[in-house]
């Protein structure tokens, strides 16, 4: 710095080492903030793209993202809950031939029962014969009567089995209801001769010389007709569902 005097004006002039220490400054302070502001814009960056934000779709999109476990299928597509698919086994067709099958085993079940007491009445007919040599009159006039009450109801009973599964299947309970209720008749005019010979003097050689006993055997006639035609259409059936076949004179 020079020397000062009356209207001398003094000029400042700077040291050296004023302007190093101030340039150096911002030198210092440019080197060491330009790279921090640097990192710090490259790590919000990389915080950025390393950790995305999924957006929200709007309505009517689908973000093609599918949660583990998931298939493709629509809430509208998607299964319902306990139903299965109708396979061949459990659809109409099988169905159908269940019904058969069940209501032909249930007419079978009333032949069977009806040939069961033929042969109760069978008996009881050859010891009235003999005038109850074997087991008396009274002991027949009750078989009998017991049998024709029995036909009475396998009739009723027949009249209301179900048959739309099967082929021809109101024709077939006609004839044996019908067959049934001649039958039960029958029996019941055989009832009848029984006991008129119990209170009767009662002749092995006459004992067919009866009213109830004609009665009966014109009845049985009509019956033997009816089972004659009901197994017309009953066998073919039976062989088909692999259930018994009959003849009239079994029934």
Known sequence: MGSSGPGHVETYRPKVADVLDS????????????????????????IVS??????????????????PGTSATTADESPVVGSK??????????????????????????????????????DAVADVLTCGANRGLDADARTLADAADNREQLANTASALPV???????????LLASALRDSAQAD???????QDLRDGACRPNQAVNNKHYRTSASLSRKAEE???????????LA?????PTWKPADL
């Open 23 to 46: 340039a150096g400054r911002g030198r210092l302070f440019l080197i060491i903030g330009i790279p921090l502001s640097a990192v710090l814009v490259l790590a919000a960056v990389g």
């Open 50 to 67: 390393g950790f995305p934000v999924a957006s929200r779709p709007s309505a009517g999109e689908t973000s093609g993202v599918l949660a």
């Open 85 to 122: 698919p109708e396979s061949a086994s459990s659809g109409p067709a099988a169905g159908g031939a269940r019904n058969r099958t069940e209501q032909a085993s249930a007419i079978s079940d009333m032949l069977q029962r009806t040939h069961t007491s033929r042969q109760q009445v069978q």
């Open 164 to 174: 739309d599964a099967l082929p021809a299947g109101s024709r077939l309970l006609d």
């Open 188 to 194: 019941r005019e055989l009832a009848g001769w029984a």
């Open 226 to 236: 009816d089972k004659q035609s009901l197994l017309v259409e009953w066998n073919p």
């Open 239 to 243: 062989t088909r569902e692999g259930l």
